[in-house]
């Protein structure tokens, strides 16, 4: 199982980005998978879901901004993240679900910075 | 939804035991038994080390256990080890709302 993530990099206050998750080892379409982000030097936060059957969650603190997708053709998922603010910057992981809610595999990580 | 609440640091010896607290509320940690603890070392990646409150992924130690009363999830660790020196977060599931929480993290130093 490998987790891959791509598209981070720094952007205005007010811009967009695209995160991918590139999964291998496994098929995506079986699982819930999920962005968790963390800002340099404190804890984990989680993002945004979607499940298997397509359905899509967001935390509070991104609703509206941020959209989760997937290509299971592709074997991919992706975060679309627009209006982005100062205060999402962080580090995003990628992950996948495992038993009983818990992230049993996590890519390495894409850092997004958001700075003028 | 605020941050489920563990201390800020931990410290034991090498071979003592350590317990890590983690409180939540009746919407989250009482009333889901889908606590997860994470293992972090520095600019690594989060491991799972113990799910569903209490079960260990193969891979996990068996120095590490979880348990849960009430509104609190608690992390142990036996036998304390240069390596379990990290940052450990736990995590639970609040519903399908707001679907997952996060603890703010216990650094843990092994002295």
């Known amino acids: ?18 995160l991918s998750c590139a999964a291998s080892g496994f098929t995506l379409g079986s699982y819930d998978m999920h962005w968790v982000r963390q800002g340099t030097g404190k804890g984990l936060e989680w993002v945004s879901a979607i499940g298997e059957t397509g359905t899509t969650y967001y935390a509070d603190s991104v609703k509206g901004r941020f959209t989760i997708s997937r290509e299971i053709a592709k074997n991919s998922f992706y975060l679309q993240m627009n209006s982005l603010r100062a205060e999402d910057t962080a580090v995003y992981f990628c992950s996948r679900e495992g038993y009983a809610e818990s992230f049993d595999y996590w890519g390495q990580g894409t850092l997004v910075t958001v700075s003028s | ?17 350590i317990t890590i607290s983690c409180t939540g509320t009746s919407n989250d940690v009482g009333s889901y038994n889908l606590v997860s603890w994470y293992q972090q070392h520095p600019g690594k990646v989060p491991k799972l080390m113990i799910y569903e409150v209490n079960k260990r992924p193969s891979g996990a130690s068996n120095r590490f256990s979880g348990s849960k009363s009430g509104n609190t999830a608690s992390l142990t660790i036996s036998g304390l080890q240069a390596e379990d020196e990290a940052d450990y977060y736990c995590c639970s599931y ?17 002295l």
């Open chain 2, 1 to 17: 939804q605020s941050a489920l609440t563990q201390p800020a640091s931990v410290s034991g010896s090498p071979g003592q035991s």
């Open chain 1, 1 to 18: 199982v490998q987790l891959v993530e791509s598209g981070g990099g720094l952007v205005q206050p007010g811009g967009s980005l695209r």
């Open chain 2, 94 to 110: 609040v519903g399908n709302r707001d679907f997952i929480i996060f603890g703010g993290g216990t650094k843990l130093t092994v």
